[in-house]
């Protein structure tokens, strides 16, 4: 297998439940974390984080977002379903996309890794 192939083998999808938004990153290299925030433990959200160019966002047409406090996030939904897929940070100073693994397929949900935080 070529090193391409094999790059694109090991890549992740997520979709939202229309299918309306598919998301593509690498595989996940720590475990999800349950964030326990006002926010994200409303959402339900189990995150892993990547660098911007590591994640590939197709249907951004039909994403809407929400910001909230000092708007340093950016939590990213399906206009048609209402699936949060993934939150981007606003501004430049930490560039990460967290993808919601809530999202995964059910075989690959089945067997990830998660942990808590602390709720701060």
């Known amino acids: 297998m070529s090193a391409m192939a094999e790059t694109q083998a090991a890549k992740r999808t997520i979709t939202c439940h229309c299918k309306a938004i598919r998301i593509t990153f690498p595989p996940l290299r720590e475990p999800a974390l349950e964030c326990l925030c006002s926010v994200c433990r409303r959402y339900g959200a189990l995150w892993a984080y990547y660098k911007p160019d590591e994640v590939h966002v197709e249907g951004e047409e039909d994403l809407q977002s929400y910001s909230y406090?000092?708007?340093?996030?950016?939590?990213?939904?399906?206009?048609?379903?209402?699936?949060?897929?993934?939150?981007?940070?606003?501004?430049?100073?930490?560039?990460?996309?967290?993808?919601?693994?809530?999202?995964?397929?059910?075989?690959?949900?089945?067997?990830?890794?998660?942990?808590?935080?602390?709720?701060?």
């Open 69 to 120: 406090g000092r708007k340093r996030l950016s939590f990213n939904r399906c206009k048609k379903c209402g699936c949060m897929t993934h939150y981007t940070i606003v501004d430049d100073t930490e560039p990460r996309v967290a993808i919601n693994c809530r999202m995964m397929e059910k075989a690959e949900y089945d067997v990830l890794e998660s942990e808590q935080s602390d709720g701060e």
